[in-house]
């Protein structure tokens, strides 16, 4: 069983929809990123969070500590938005990987 | 903010030769560093924690002699792919460590590397 896992693995959206990624982990973590990696390969960091909420333009992160869940959203989506989603959560001391939730807005 | 910077982006090289790829640490200093590998359609796998001044900690399975870390700076990381082989091929990403917070780590864009 995965430490970290992402749902879904893959979300096909119309531009404009809202959309939810999920990502539920299994380990005591100190804080969960999530990251965007682009077709080319090039990673992003989007948030790091221990607690509550971050809000950053079209992209909203919250976690839940007590239920070791976090979702990203993302309002008005577009298709630069397509992307692969990863969840990640560290230890403190090592990092556990989701596999990915691959995005796709069409226009 | 913070960047990780990654040089070469993408490096074809023939079997048997060597690859170095630098990680850079922009506007801050990173005692530590970590370098991923990515397979296809799979997720990151940690290869190994670097850390500044000291050797390098490898995962399990990963062999340390074929890639070489030397993080001999607060901003400079390097992985060096020895006698490379095409199932070296893949996608390597770093991340370092802010030294001032413990769980702030921030991840370069990533190397591809293709070897024939």
């Known amino acids: 069983k995965n430490e970290v896992e992402q749902s879904p693995q893959n979300l096909t959206a119309q531009e404009g929809e809202f959309i939810t990624i999920n990502c539920s982990y299994s380990?005591?973590?100190?804080?969960l990123h999530w990251l965007q990696q682009h077709p080319g390969g090039g990673i992003v960091s989007l948030f790091m969070l221990s607690s509550g909420k971050k809000k950053h333009g079209r992209l909203i992160a919250t976690i839940n500590i007590q239920e070791k869940h976090s979702s990203l959203h993302i309002t008005a989506s577009h298709p630069r938005d397509s992307a692969v989603y990863i969840c990640?959560?560290?230890?403190?001391?090592?990092?556990?990987f989701g596999t990915g939730t691959s995005l796709t807005v069409i226009p | 903010g913070a960047v990780v910077s990654q040089h070469p982006s993408r490096v074809i090289c023939k079997s048997g030769t060597s690859v170095k790829i630098e990680c850079r640490s922009l506007?801050?200093?990173?005692?530590?560093m970590f370098w991923y590998r990515q397979f296809p359609k799979q997720s990151l796998m940690l290869m190994a924690t670097?850390?500044?001044?000291?050797?390098?900690?490898?995962e399990q399975g990963v062999e340390k002699d074929k890639f070489l870390i030397n993080h001999a700076s607060l901003t400079l990381s390097t992985l060096t792919v020895t006698s490379a082989h095409p199932e070296d091929s893949s996608f390597y990403i770093c991340s370092a460590r802010d030294w001032r917070g413990a769980d702030t780590q921030y991840f370069g864009p990533g190397t591809r590397l293709t070897v024939l």
């Open positions: 380990v005591g973590i100190s804080a």
């Open positions: 506007d801050f200093q990173a005692t530590t």
């Open positions: 670097s850390n500044e001044g000291s050797k390098a900690t490898y």
């Open positions: 990640a959560v560290s230890t403190g001391n090592q990092f556990y």
